[in-house]
């Protein structure tokens, strides 16, 4: 009795311990699992976004090949597909020309003077910091120089560790400055003994694109055989428009931005497409396929590839003059079908061998690009001078576009090869599938891997692309390293950034950093719960802007119209429109909140809480309302691509034309009544034009504090007073 | 005046404390140590239709690599996410007690982790806030309340199926008051508030 009197006190205690232990741990399970599905959001909303703005640019491409010249339509679209107005070199120079410029006194910014010295990218970077803006004279000579440089770099740059030198790669900073300083600070600015490899996707999304690019050209003139550059899928002018790097240079540099959008066009298409260190170490910014073939790459002329989504142009010509692309459009992605890769928790399972893949099929919409020709046909009369102009000139650009005659198998091939190098992702099972979430590329397994790898000799893959909660992560064996070097990309807190060291050795040295005081005071449950709250949020925006697919949807399930469905129904019809393969029914307690009776959800209610309310929209149709708001980066897109001299307004009459794209692309009816009211609540000052801006703003069709209203990613809001989370139950 | 016991119930705790070894290694104290797995195929399974389907919904999160299957070691895991707090030890004994080995690379489908999630949900321990209080208070020497989070931190990695350091960090962050002490009701209330 007294030998279990004195061991309670032991036993109890052991219980103690064991049921905090067992709490905490379960605490950190349910944590973990918050923490992927919300990432899952994110990562599933971000990629439909680009397969989104992939269909859309098929999309355009496809009226442009249907189009008769006398279309309307192809008027206002087909400046994106001239990709090169200018084509000699000589005047291109004289293009860039900044001679003209004169840079007043009042302008605080850094004064740069060419050669280039390092103590003048050092203060470019201070300046940066400062929040100072480098006057556009000093940009496009700066962008001259880079030019002239870029163009002398091979396709593959190689370099070496030679003695003890480390190289240091980082990955996507997409204009996210903070990050990149942050880099400098922790590992030194590039130097002799200090060489940089930036792995692509310097541009979109974060709100310092240029300046970002400024520095990165800056150090690789300084320094041209220690500073690196790989082109990403973002260095390229058409995912631009919808990403918010057009929208960054425009707002910054009112009058030259025009300019220098043109200019990085060309400089994009010259960056090189990898780097390999050592002859050991292969870096480039997206992936390989089982076709990737490193000598066809080394011999390709990249520059001709100014959008790695269009493939080249062929010699081939119709009557009219236009250039027939439909033969190779037809290697490009059906859009009849959305196929949605599982979460990044699972893996997609195989589709099918590449070969067999669809072809694109836009026949649904002919029917309606016909009934469009008719009416365009009666307006299109005043028109026929310009267009006239403009088709002279699209004859001479396609002769003009490249001496270098291509047969059109090999121009496939070397745009394939391309388009895998920068678009690709790496999948667990073997085998190599076409990339269809993000509607580029493909998924490439651990044999891929291995077999590339042994044929060139290699050991090892460096790429990014995909953003990773640690900054980084091995995968196929440690093989293939994917790096990410944009820290708090979905939201503050979201992920770490992440650069690789490499020495001699060749074994990568990994170091983890994350931008934003900010993120260090929230605890890791404070940190979840935000972000978890930021991506639900999204992702009731888009539930609600599906609101009569879903409605549709419910009613299949439905059929004694009680308004009620129970649960496994309501998940099943979620998914089936939302196409986001998302844990629906986990999800389900943070997104109906409405109380249920007996397991079943009155979907009536369910809209209700999701609605969001605009102002002055009462008399606009609520599903036009919608569309707009479930279709606005899309509708952003097709306006800025209409706005063709970029000042952000545009005239009534291409207003109308707009929609009248929008609506083959939608496939739905947009009268030309809805497109006067919708005029008329816009155009408040009636001077016949409408400012883009305005427009999204009307009706609330921006976030106004929203990163992409501010050239950040779509997904951050404002950040919150952080002591409100404290009392927050849900945090 | 009864002989003093207490001078001998601290050297009682040294001893077996290094006694319970990492993961599988079955321990003396409540379950029959060399007791054979549980037959998981007797096990009669009493969820819902919708339930099932929720617990499938879980699962698949887990599963890393495509086959429909989760690793032996993500087992415990996905019965936390799920609501249950079961321990190491019973997990392990479910999985038939394997070595580290199987736990990183064995693998079971959906229907064989159902039944092992019925048995923990079947199992009678289930820990209320009183429970966790009064598994405190065995610390809180003066009775006043608080425990010294010094000690906590003692106790929890050396007992039971102990933290490291890392875990006990995040579990304690900003708890302990300017003298290091906890007030443990408090201190539940917020672990629970998850």
């Known amino acids: 009795m007294s030998h279990s009197g004195s061991a309670a006190p032991y036993i109890s205690a052991i219980k103690a311990a064991v049921l905090i232990q067992r709490w905490y741990r379960q605490y950190v399970a349910r944590t973990e699992m918050r923490r992927r599905y919300t990432w899952h959001i994110f990562q599933s909303i971000e990629y439909s976004g680009e397969q989104a703005q992939i269909k859309l640019y098929n999309f355009l491409g496809y009226l442009m090949d249907n189009f008769t010249p006398s279309s309307t339509e192809r008027n206002l679209i087909s400046h994106i597909f001239r990709e090169n107005d200018v084509c000699w070199d000589s005047e291109w120079e004289r293009y860039f020309c900044y001679k003209n410029i004169e840079v007043p006194e009042v302008y605080s910014g850094p004064h740069l003077t060419f050669p280039l010295t390092v103590e003048q990218a050092v203060g470019l970077l201070e300046a940066f910091r400062n929040k100072k803006q480098l006057h556009s004279r000093y940009v496009l000579q700066l962008l001259l120089e880079t030019w002239k440089l870029l163009r002398m770099l091979p396709n593959i740059n190689r370099i070496s560790t030679c003695h003890s030198k480390e190289v240091t790669i980082c990955g996507d900073l997409h204009g996210q400055l903070e990050d990149l300083l942050l880099i400098f600070y922790k590992n030194g600015t590039p130097s002799l003994e200090k060489p940089y490899v930036f792995n692509g996707d310097f541009v979109d999304r974060g709100k310092d694109s240029i300046e970002i690019l400024l520095i990165l050209f800056s150090f690789m003139l300084v320094y041209p055989r220690d500073v690196y550059l790989n082109r990403g899928n973002h260095e390229d002018h058409i995912i631009n428009l919808r990403y918010g790097f057009t929208k960054e240079v425009l707002t910054k540099y009112k009058i030259h931005g025009k300019r220098i959008l043109k200019l990085l066009q060309k400089i994009f298409s010259w960056l090189p497409l990898a780097t390999i260190i050592d002859q050991k170490v292969l870096v480039l910014h997206g992936g390989i396929s089982d076709t990737t073939d490193l000598s066809i790459l080394t011999k390709v002329n990249r520059h001709n590839y100014v959008s790695a989504l269009r493939p080249p142009k062929r010699r081939n010509h119709s009557s009219a003059g236009m250039s027939i692309d439909i033969e190779i459009d037809d290697d490009l992605w059906s859009t009849s079908k959305i196929y949605q890769r599982r979460a990044s928790l699972t893996y997609p399972k195989p589709l099918g061998p590449r070969e067999c893949f669809h072809n694109r099929s836009l026949q649904d919409f002919s029917t309606r690009i016909k009934a469009n020709m008719e009416n365009e046909l009666e307006n299109s009369k005043r028109r026929e001078v310009i267009l006239a102009a403009t088709l002279h000139r699209s004859q001479q650009d396609i002769l003009s576009v490249s001496t270098d005659s291509v047969s059109s198998d090999n121009a496939k091939d070397e745009w394939r090869q391309i388009l895998d190098l920068l678009w690709s992702d790496p999948m667990n099972q073997d085998g190599c599938v076409p990339n269809e979430v993000r509607g580029g590329g493909c998924y490439w397994g651990p044999d891929v891997t291995e077999d590339f790898l042994n044929r060139h000799n290699m050991q090892l893959i460096i790429r990014s692309h995909e953003c990773k909660q640690e900054g980084y992560e091995f995968c196929h064996n440690r093989k293939v390293l994917t790096l990410f070097s944009a820290s708090n990309y979905y939201d503050v807190g979201s992920n770490r950034g992440a650069y690789v060291k490499l020495g001699p050795d060749l074994v990568p040295y990994v170091v983890q950093y994350q931008a934003s005081s900010m993120t260090r005071e929230l605890t890791a449950r404070q940190s979840v719960g935000r972000t978890e709250r930021s991506a639900l949020k999204v992702l009731r925006e888009q539930l609600f802007a599906h609101k009569s697919d879903l409605l549709c949807a419910f009613k299949k399930f439905d059929t004694k119209n009680t308004g009620l469905v129970c649960l496994i129904d309501w998940a099943s019809a979620v998914e089936s429109v939302m196409h986001l393969n998302l844990p629906w029914r986990m999800l389900r307690c943070q997104l109906v909140t409405c109380k249920t009776s007996d397991g079943m959800i009155n979907y009536y209610d369910w809209f209700n809480e999701l609605a969001i309310k605009g102002p002055n929209t009462d008399h606009i149709d609520q599903s036009l309302l919608e569309t707009l708001y479930r279709h606005r980066s899309t509708l952003e897109t097709i306006f800025r691509i209409v706005d063709t001299d970029n000042s952000g307004f545009i005239s009534m009459e291409d207003f109308r034309q707009t929609w009248k794209l929008l609506s083959v692309y939608l496939k739905m009816e947009i009268t030309d009544e809805d497109i006067s009211n919708l005029a008329e609540t816009i155009d408040s000052n009636h001077d016949g034009s409408i400012d883009i801006d305005e427009f999204m703003e009307a009706f609330r069709l921006t976030d106004k504090k929203s990163r992409l209203e501010r050239g950040r990613s779509m997904f951050m809001h404002t950040t919150s007073d952080l002591t409100k989370l404290e009392s927050d139950p849900n945090v | ?194």
Do not use: W
């Not at chain 2, 007791?35 to 698949?60: N, T, W």
């Not at chain 2, 064989?112 to 209320?128: E, H, R």
């Open chain 2, 1 to 194: 005046m009864a002989p003093k016991k207490d001078p001998k119930a601290p050297a009682k705790k040294a001893e077996p404390a290094p006694a319970p070894a990492p993961a599988p290694a079955p321990e003396p104290a409540p379950a029959p140590a060399a007791a054979p797995a549980i037959d998981l195929s007797s096990v009669k399974i009493e969820f819902s239709a919708d339930q099932v389907d929720d617990y499938r919904e879980a699962f698949g999160l887990f599963d890393r690599v495509g086959d429909n299957k989760v690793a032996y070691n993500q087992i415990a895991d996905i019965m936390r996410a799920l609501g249950q707090n079961p321990t190491n030890k019973e997990v392990s004994k479910l999985l038939g007690n394997p070595t580290p080995e199987d736990m990183a690379n064995k693998r079971v489908e959906f229907e064989g982790f159902l039944p092992m999630f019925q048995t923990i949900i079947n199992s009678p321990n289930k820990a209320q806030f009183e429970d966790y209080v009064e598994g405190l208070r065995v610390f809180d020497k003066e009775g006043n309340g608080t425990v010294m989070g010094a000690e906590l931190r003692i106790v929890l990695s050396t007992l039971g199926e102990k933290m490291n350091e890392t875990e006990i960090d995040a579990l304690m962050a900003g708890q302990e008051d300017e003298n290091g002490c906890i007030n443990y009701e408090a201190f539940v209330k917020h672990i629970m508030s998850v």
